[in-house]
C-alpha cells in the first residue's frame, strides 16, 4: 500500500507528546533528585535525600493511608456500578439511552461544584439532617460532614461514570445468545453469571479499576473540601510542597513514586486488555 | 451497537428483577442529587451556605456583577476554544497514522498517547509546570492551552480511531483509483464521513479543557485565571451562595449549549452552506476573544497583582478616572502562590502585595525595586514603625499597606466566659465545635503559644511540644479550615474559630454577636506591603497608585471597605466610628503581644514533617 508518503503526520503529534508529556515526567525524575533550593525549585547536584526522607515513618503511613482510600474507593465504586451497568446493558434501548445521558449529566457541571455541593448536603443543618430532623427520625443531628465518610463519598460520587461507563461498555457488547445457550445447557444463574457474564465484563471491570484507582490516589481536592482534621493524602502533601512549603524536590520524589505506580498497574492493563485495539474500538 | 441491540429481546428476563431496578435508581438519584441541591440553595437568602432562610436573587445579582467571574469566564472560553482546535487537529493526525500504517514503535506511540488520561492530574500539571520554566515559556494563555492539548488528545484520537476503523477503504481506494490525488480524497471522501466524529471530540476536548482545575492550577499565569480557578478559590476562601448562582447559570448554559451542539451536529450533515455560517460565527468568535484579550496594551496602565477583594473597587475606579491609568488586577490566594509566579520569571506585574517574610525573600533575590520617596509624599502620614521593620530595615523596598493578626473569633451568645487566651480552644465542654485555620505557619504558632514556647526561636523540640498540643487538641476541633469559617460559625456549627483579623472584623460588623479577640499570650502580626518589582514596566503608574491609596481619605474609605487596619494614625481618625471601635483592640494592642513572624528558610522542611504528621493521623 501507499504506506510511505504519509509517514509524516505522525510528527506533530509524536512532537507533542514527547515534549510536553515524556520530557515533563523525566523532568520530575530530574529534580526528585536535585538538592533543594529554598527559594523555590533546585540547585544543581545530585542527592537521594528527598527518597530516603520518604521513609520517614510519617511519609509511609500517609501512603498507607492513600492506598486503604484508593482501594475502598475503587472496591465501592465497583459494587455500586456493577449492578447499574448490569442492568443498563439489558435494558430497552430507550431505557438505556435515558440512563446513560443521567449518568452523563452531571459530567457537564465543574467537578469542584458538585464536590461542594456536598457540603450543602452533609452538613449539620444541611440536606439530610433537615429532612431526619423535620420527620423525627433523629432528634440530634449526624455528623455526616468532615470526616473519612464524607471523603469517600466525594470519592465515590467523583469516580462512579468512570467505572460505570467502561462497565457498561463491556456487557454491553455480551451477546444475549450466550447467556441463553447458557442457560439452555442446564447452568443455574449463577454458574450463568460467574461463566460467562463476569469473563465478559472483565474488560471493563479492568479499565474502571485502572480509572478508579490511579485518580483517587493523586486526588486533593477532595480531602480539601470533605475531609476532616486527618484526612491528608499524598496529593495535599504533594501540593503542599509546591504552594506552600517551597520543597520542589520532595514534592517530585513523592511524584515519582506515583508515576512508577502507575506504570506498573498501567503497563499490565495494556498487557491484557489493549485499550486501542481495532477489535475493542470498532465495537464501541 | 445495533446489532447487538435487536437481539435484546429479552426473553430470558436477564437484568429485569427488581432490585437492579432499585439499585439502578438509587445509584442515578446519588449522581444527579447534587444539581437540584445546587439549584434551590442559589435562591437562598441567607449568607451561609447551608441553612435555608428564604427566597432571594441576590445572588444572582452579585455573581452578574462580578467582573472577575466574567473575566475568568471569558480565559476560559477562549483557551478551550484554541485548545479543543490545535487538540482536535494533532488527534485526528494521530488517528489515521494509527489506522493507515504500520511501524516501528506503534505500540510504544499509542502507549504514550494514552497515559496520560490516566496519570494522576496532579503530576501532569506540576510536571508541565516543571517544563515551563525550564523552557522559560510565560506561565499564561500558551501554557495552560499547550497543557490543556496534551490531555485532550489521548480523547480526541479515541473518539476518532473508533469512526475510522469502521470507516470502508473501499471508498478511499475507489477514489484514488478514479484519479484524486490524496489531498482531494482526503477532503472529499475521508473528510466528510468522519467530520461528525472530529465535531463530538472538539466538543468532548472543548469540555475537559473547561472543566480542568488541576492542571490549569498549576500552568496558569497572572492574568489567566480560569473559570474553575475562579471557583476554587472562592471554595477555599470564602464560600457564599453566590458560588451556588454561579453553578446553576453554568448548568443552564451547558444545557443550552449541548442542546444547541445537538442540532448543529444534525444541521451540519444537511446543510454544507450552514457548516459555512457556522464557520464564520465560530471564527469571529475567536478573533473577538483574541482582539479583547490583546488590547489596552497601548494604555496607560498599571498591572496590579492582589488578593481578591483586598482593595476597596471604588478607589481603583477613582484613580481610573483621575489619572486615565488603566489598572488591570489579577488575584492571588497566597504569598506562596505570588512568590511561584515572581520566580517564574514570566511575570508582568507593577505592584505586588506580599507579606513581610515574603518581601524579605524578594529583597534577598534582588527582585524588589527600591521606592523612590520623592515620588510619593503622602508616606508621610505612616507610622514609622511600620517602614522600618526586621524584614526590610532600611524601608527601602516597601510601603506597609495593611496589618492584622489571627486570633480568636467567637459567638458570644454561646461563649460567656471572656475570651482572652488561646487556651479556650482547648477546652473540651465546646468539642466538636472548634475550628483551626487550614494554614501550617498560623496553626503551628498557636500550638507553640499552647505549649509556651516560641515558633520563631526555630527549635526541633519545641515544635515537638507544639505538635503534642496541638495533638491532644484535633479531638475536639470540627475541622481545619480557611474557606468554610463564616458560614460554620453563623450556622452555629462552630463557635470558636481561629481566623484572620480583618475577615473577623467584616463578618463582626454584620453580626455583633461575633466577637474577635486577641490572645494575652500574643499573635502572629503581618503586615503587608505595597512592593514594585524590579522588572516592572510600570513603575512611575505604580508610585502614583501608591500614593494615591495612601492619602488619609482613599485610606480611611479602604479600611471601610475591607476591614484591614493600615498603619495611619490620620487616616484611622477619619474612619467611621463603629469600624474603628472595632478596630481598636488590633490599634491599642501591646506592641509585644503582636509577633513579626521571619522567613523560616530550612526550617520550613520540619515544620512541614511536624504538619503532615498532624494533619494525616
Known amino acids: 500500500m501507499r504506506i510511505r508518503d504519509f509517514h509524516i503526520l505522525i510528527a506533530p503529534p509524536l512532537f507533542w507528546l514527547l515534549l510536553f508529556f515524556a520530557i515533563p515526567l523525566g523532568l520530575i525524575l530530574l529534580y526528585s533528585t536535585s538538592p533543594q533550593d529554598i527559594h523555590g525549585g533546585v540547585l544543581p547536584g545530585f542527592t537521594l535525600e528527598h527518597y530516603r526522607r520518604l521513609l520517614d515513618p510519617v511519609y509511609v503511613a500517609v501512603y498507607t493511608k492513600s492506598c486503604i482510600y484508593a482501594v475502598t474507593t475503587t472496591a465501592i465504586t465497583l459494587a455500586i456500578a456493577y449492578p447499574m451497568a448490569y442492568f443498563m446493558a439489558f435494558a430497552r434501548n430507550s431505557v438505556k439511552m435515558a440512563v446513560l445521558a443521567m449518568v452523563m449529566l452531571p459530567f457537564w457541571t465543574n467537578f469542584l461544584v458538585r464536590t461542594y455541593s456536598f457540603v450543602i448536603i452533609l452538613a449539620q443543618d444541611g440536606l439530610i439532617n433537615t429532612v431526619l430532623l423535620k420527620t423525627g427520625i433523629i432528634e440530634e443531628p449526624l455528623n455526616l460532614l468532615y470526616n473519612t465518610f464524607a471523603v469517600y463519598i466525594g470519592f465515590i460520587y467523583g469516580n462512579l461514570p468512570f467505572m460505570l461507563l467502561p462497565l457498561f461498555a463491556a456487557l454491553d457488547k455480551l451477546p444475549q445468545s450466550h447467556l441463553e445457550a447458557s442457560m439452555d445447557l442446564g447452568a443455574g444463574p449463577l454458574r450463568t453469571f460467574l461463566r460467562i457474564t463476569l469473563p465478559a465484563s472483565a474488560p471493563g471491570v479492568a479499565a474502571g479499576l485502572i480509572f478508579v484507582f490511579i485518580p483517587t490516589f493523586g486526588n486533593f481536592v477532595v480531602p480539601e473540601i470533605l475531609g476532616g482534621t486527618e484526612n491528608m493524602i499524598i496529593g495535599n502533601i504533594i501540593s503542599r510542597q509546591f504552594l506552600e512549603s517551597r520543597n520542589w524536590p520532595f514534592g517530585s520524589a513523592m511524584s515519582a513514586t506515583l508515576v512508577m505506580l502507575m506504570l506498573v498497574l498501567i503497563s499490565i492493563y495494556i498487557r491484557f486488555f489493549d485499550p486501542m485495539n481495532k477489535k475493542n474500538l470498532s465495537a464501541a | ?617
Open chain 2, 1 to 617: 451497537m445495533a446489532a447487538t441491540n435487536t437481539s435484546r429481546a429479552n426473553d430470558l428476563r436477564v437484568g429485569s428483577s427488581l432490585w437492579l431496578k432499585m439499585l439502578t435508581v438509587a445509584g442515578l438519584v446519588f449522581l444527579l442529587l447534587p444539581l437540584p441541591v445546587l439549584i434551590v440553595y442559589s435562591f437562598n437568602a441567607d449568607r451561609t451556605v447551608t441553612h435555608w432562610s428564604g427566597f432571594s436573587l441576590a445572588w444572582y445579582g452579585a455573581a452578574l456583577t462580578n467582573q472577575q467571574l466574567w473575566l475568568s469566564i471569558r480565559n476560559s472560553l477562549f483557551i478551550a476554544l484554541c485548545s479543543a482546535t490545535v487538540s482536535t487537529i494533532l488527534g485526528t493526525l494521530a488517528a489515521l497514522v494509527l489506522t493507515k500504517y504500520r511501524f516501528r514503535g506503534r505500540t510504544l506511540f499509542q502507549n504514550l498517547l494514552y497515559i496520560p488520561v490516566v496519570l494522576p492530574e496532579i503530576i501532569f500539571g506540576l510536571s508541565l509546570m516543571i517544563l515551563f520554566i525550564m523552557i522559560r515559556l510565560p506561565l499564561g494563555f500558551v501554557s495552560i492551552i499547550c497543557a490543556h492539548v496534551t490531555f485532550q488528545l489521548a480523547f480526541v484520537a479515541l473518539i476518532v480511531l473508533a469512526r475510522l476503523y469502521r470507516f470502508n477503504q473501499h471508498l478511499e481506494d475507489a477514489s484514488l483509483d478514479l484519479g484524486a490525488n490524496r489531498l482531494q480524497t482526503f477532503y472529499y471522501v475521508i473528510f466528510p464521513i468522519i467530520a461528525p466524529a472530529l465535531f463530538s471530540a472538539g466538543m468532548f476536548a472543548f469540555m475537559l479543557s473547561m472543566d480542568d482545575f488541576v492542571i490549569t492550577l498549576f500552568t496558569s499565569g497572572a492574568h489567566s485565571a480560569t473559570l474553575p480557578l475562579f471557583i476554587y478559590s472562592k471554595v477555599k476562601y470564602g464560600v457564599t451562595p453566590e458560588l451556588n448562582a454561579v453553578s446553576t447559570l453554568l448548568i443552564v448554559f451547558t444545557i443550552l449549549g449541548l442542546a444547541g451542539a445537538a442540532l448543529l451536529q444534525k444541521a451540519m450533515v444537511i446543510s454544507p452552506l450552514l457548516k459555512r455560517v457556522m464557520a464564520c460565527i465560530g471564527g469571529a468568535i475567536l478573533l473577538l476573544l483574541v482582539t479583547t484579550s490583546l488590547m489596552s496594551r497601548d494604555q496607560e496602565v498599571l498591572n496590579l497583582y492582589n488578593y481578591a477583594g483586598y482593595i476597596c473597587p471604588g478607589i481603583i475606579a477613582d484613580f481610573e478616572k483621575e489619572t486615565g491609568i488603566k489598572v488591570n488586577q489579577s488575584y492571588y490566594n497566597s504569598n506562596e502562590e505570588l512568590f511561584a509566579r515572581m520566580t517564574m520569571g514570566a511575570s508582568d506585574y507593577d505592584l505586588i502585595v506580599p507579606s513581610g517574610f515574603m518581601v524579605q525573600n524578594l529583597i534577598k533575590l534582588n527582585m524588589l525595586a527600591p521606592i523612590r520617596f520623592e515620588n510619593i509624599p503622602n508616606a508621610r502620614f505612616l507610622d514609622p514603625a511600620f517602614c522600618q521593620v526586621s524584614f526590610d530595615p532600611e524601608g527601602q523596598y516597601h510601603i506597609p499597606y495593611t496589618y492584622g493578626s489571627s486570633g480568636i473569633l467567637y459567638n458570644s451568645n454561646v461563649i460567656k466566659e471572656p475570651v482572652v487566651s488561646w487556651s479556650i480552644l482547648w477546652d473540651p465542654q465546646y468539642k466538636g465545635r472548634i475550628t483551626m485555620l487550614d494554614d501550617m505557619r498560623e496553626t503551628l504558632f498557636a500550638g507553640c503559644k499552647r505549649a509556651g514556647v516560641r515558633l520563631q526561636d526555630w527549635n526541633v523540640a519545641d515544635l515537638e511540644r507544639a505538635y503534642l498540643a496541638l495533638a491532644e487538641q484535633k479531638p475536639l476541633l470540627l475541622r481545619y479550615d480557611s474557606g468554610m469559617i463564616e458560614s460554620l460559625l453563623l450556622s452555629g456549627a462552630s463557635v470558636l474559630s481561629h481566623y484572620w483579623s480583618g475577615g473577623a472584623m467584616r463578618l463582626q460588623m454584620q453580626h455583633p454577636h461575633i466577637r474577635f479577640a486577641i490572645p494575652r499570650e500574643g499573635v502572629a502580626m503581618f503586615i503587608d506591603s505595597l512592593c514594585i518589582p524590579a522588572n516592572a514596566r510600570h513603575r512611575d503608574n505604580a508610585e502614583r497608585f501608591i500614593n494615591f491609596l495612601i492619602s488619609p481619605e482613599q485610606s480611611a474609605r479602604n479600611m471601610e471597605d475591607i476591614c484591614y487596619v493600615m498603619p495611619n494614625k490620620t487616616a484611622i481618625g477619619l474612619v467611621k466610628a463603629e469600624i474603628r471601635t472595632m478596630m481598636e483592640n488590633l490599634v491599642n494592642a501591646d506592641p509585644t503581644s503582636l509577633e513579626l513572624i521571619e522567613d523560616p528558610g530550612e526550617y520550613n522542611k520540619t515544620m512541614d514533617s511536624v504538619w503532615t504528621r498532624l494533619r494525616s493521623q
